[in-house]
C-alpha cells in the first residue's frame, strides 16, 4: 500500500499487541472543523468567582516522582506548578518573567558571572523562610545530585554563591545564554531546605515549596492532592480550597468525565474528541501551539543508562547511519499526522519549533519521504529487508494510532517495525536505562532551543537517552549556547539541525497542539505553549451554579 499525500487513508494493520490495545480502530482522514487558533485561557481578573470548593483535574498518564530535580514528566511539571514555585516564569506571549525572583539576571560584561535578585520576608509551606540561602541549596541539588535531570540544564556552572539575603550568584566557566530560560522551569524550583534536610532522596513523596497549594497526598496510580497553603505570599489571588488531579489514561473516559461533570479539566484532549467537544457549551477548548515535539529516540550508545559512558550497540541502526537515515526516509510525516491526528498536529522535522525565534529555513527544512531512498540506503549498509526493529511506545490509544501509522509508512521504505506498548511511567524508566533500540515519545519544549537540543543531544547529558555522541554536533551546540545575540544562536542551531538530520539520533516526527478543556463553570485555567496547565489561581464562577 503506498502513502499518497493528503489524499491517503489507511486503516491501522492489526498488530500483535498487549491486551493494552483490545481492537484494532480504523484511523480516517477526518477534516477539522475548529479553528486552530492559539486560546491560552484568561486570568480570573475582574470576573466574579466564588472563594473555595474542590476542582479534579483529569491526568492523561500518572507522573513520576514529584522531585523537580530528578523528573523528566510533563504531567509533574502540571502538578508542580501548583506547588513549587520557580525563580522565573512564561507568561502568555512567552516572555520570561520573575516568579520567586524579584527582576531578570544581571550578567558580567564577560557573561561569566550572573547575579539572581530574589524575594525575601515569604516562607515556603512549612514555615520555613525563603531567601538566597534556600535557593543556593536547591541549585546546588539540582548540580549535584546523582541522577538529576537538571544538571546539563544549567550549564557549566562552577560556583553557586548567596553573598546576602536577597541575591544569587551564579559563576560559569564559560558564557551560558540559556540559564535564564533553564530557571523558568524545573531547574528554578526551589525546594525547602528543612525539608531537603529531613527527607534526602524521599522528597518527592513529600515535596514543600513555595506556591499556592501544599501537597497532601498522592494514591499511586490512581490520584494526587493538594490544598490551599494559607501561608503562600499571595494568598488573597488563590481562591479553590483543594485540587485533585486523577489517572485518567483513556481518552474516551476524560471526555465522558467532562461531559457529566466528574472532572472540571482534562489535561489534554484527542483530536478525536476536539471537534465535538468544541460544540458542547458547557466545555471549553483552549489551545496552544507547541515549544515541543514527538520523535522516535534510536538507542546509539545507551548501554547502562543516561548520562554514563557512550558505549558500542552492534546492531545495523545504531553503527550505521545509513541505517537511520533510511529510517527517517520511510516516515511520511504530513500524511500521517493529517490521518491519525484530524489535521489538529503540525509535522516536526527538528527540535526548533517555526514559531520560535531561533528558527531558521535550516531548522525548518524537512527531510523528503522517499521510501525507494530508504530501501536504496538499507542495500548500501548490507541490510536484508523487511529489516526488522522494535519501537516502544506508550499504551495510550493516540500514541497506538500513530504507531501503527508508522508502522505501515516504514514498511514502504523497508523496515518491518514491531511495536510494544509500555505504560508511560514504565516507558519513562526505559528511556532512561536504555533498555530500547526505538523509542516514540514527545517532549513539551522549552523557551530556549537549548532546553530541546542539548539535554537530549550532548555527549554525556542525563538526558540523552539515546546515548548519542558526535563531537561535531557538542561544539556547535557548546557554541549556540554561548553566544551573544539571538541571530547568532539560530544560525548556529541551524547547522546543528544539519548534522542531526545526517545522523538521525531523533526523528523528529510532529509537533502537537496543547489541547485542554475545561468546564465553563471555571475561570482562570491557563495553558501556554510551554505546555504547562495553570490551576493556581482558578476559580469557580460566581455566575454559574453547581
Partial sequence: MALKNSRWRILAPCVALTAALAACVPVQHVASTA???????????????????????????????????????????YVMSTICEKLYDLDASGQIVPQLATGLPTTSPDGLTVTIPVRTGITFADGTPFDATAV????????????SQRTSEMGPVRAVEAPDPGHVVLTFSRPFAPITAALADRAGMILSPAALAAQGTNFGDH??????????KRVPQTSIEVERDPLYYDAAQVHLDRIVYRIMPDA???????????????????PQDVDALAKDPDLKVLQSSSLGYQ????????????????????????????????????????TLVDTVFNNWFDVACSPI?????????????????????????????????????TLQVSNTQDQLRY????????????????????EYSTLLDVQKRGDFELLQLGWSGRIDPDGNTARFLSTGSGGNYGGFSSAELDDLLTRAARAATTAERAA?????????????????????????VHSARIAGVEVYSDGVVRLGRAAFRADQEG
Avoid at 476542582?55 to 510533563?74: A, K, Q, Y
Avoid at 465522558?256 to 461533570?261: C, I, P, T
Fill in 252 to 270: 474516551n473516559i476524560r471526555a465522558a468525565n467532562l461531559r457529566s461533570g466528574d472532572i472540571q479539566v482534562a489535561d489534554t484532549i484527542s
Fill in 353 to 389: 519549533a517555526p514559531q520560535s525565534p531561533y528558527a531558521t529555513p535550516a531548522s525548518d527544512a524537512c527531510p523528503a519521504y522517499d521510501p525507494a531512498r530508504s530501501r536504496q540506503l538499507l542495500a548500501e549498509a548490507g541490510v536484508p529487508t523487511p529489516f526488522t526493529v
Fill in 136 to 147: 543556593r541549596t536547591s541549585l546546588q541539588r539540582h548540580l549535584t545530585l546523582k541522577g
Fill in 492 to 516: 548556529l542551531y541551524g547547522q546543528a539541525t544539519s548534522v542531526i538530520q545526517r545522523e538521525n539520533p531523533i526523528v523528529y516526527t510532529y509537533r502537537l497542539r496543547n489541547l485542554t
Fill in 207 to 216: 515535596p514543600v515549596c513555595v506556591g499556592p497549594f501544599k501537597f497532601v
Fill in 295 to 334: 520523535g522516535v529516540t534510536i538507542n546509539t550508545g545507551n548501554v547502562d543508562g543516561a548520562g554514563t559512558p557512550v558505549k558500542p550497540i552492534d546492531t545495523p541502526l545504531a553503527r550505521d547511519p545509513r541505517v537511520r537515515q533510511a529510517f527517517a526516509s520511510a516516515v511520511d510525516r504530513q
Fill in 35 to 77: 479553528e486552530h487558533t492559539d486560546d491560552y485561557g484568561t486570568p480570573v481578573g475582574a470576573q466574579p468567582v466564588r472563594s473555595g470548593g474542590e476542582l479534579v483535574m483529569g491526568l492523561s498518564s500518572e507522573p513520576d516522582r514529584l522531585d523537580p530535580t530528578t523528573s523528566s514528566s510533563l504531567y509533574t511539571r
Fill in 403 to 422: 504507531a501503527q501509522a508508522l508502522q505501515a509508512s516504514v514498511g514502504e521504505g523497508g523496515f518491518d517495525l514491531k511495536i510494544v506498548p509500555v
